[in-house]
């Protein structure tokens, strides 16, 4: 089954803004992640929630599309 959680998105690191890839686990978790171009920490934060409540209606819609198809 194909889950949201695994895709992966870029973020910019803000430090020397490089794309540094993530999935979108990472950022609903709110990991902190290390740039891979200068190694500076890069904290996840999801202050509204958004990633976490787009995953879950994403999920959901998915999920009831897949029931219609049935």
């Known amino acids: 089954m194909w889950m949201l959680e695994n895709q992966w998105v870029d973020v910019i690191c803000p430090k020397c803004k490089y794309a540094e890839g993530v999935r979108l686990i990472n950022m ?4 902190t992640i290390i740039c891979h171009n200068c190694k500076a920490n890069i904290d996840l934060i999801d202050q509204t ?11 959901n819609t998915l999920n009831n599309f897949r029931n219609l198809l049935k």
């Open 49 to 59: 929630a958004s990633v976490h409540a787009a995953v879950r209606d994403i999920n």
């Open 28 to 31: 609903k978790l709110e990991e």
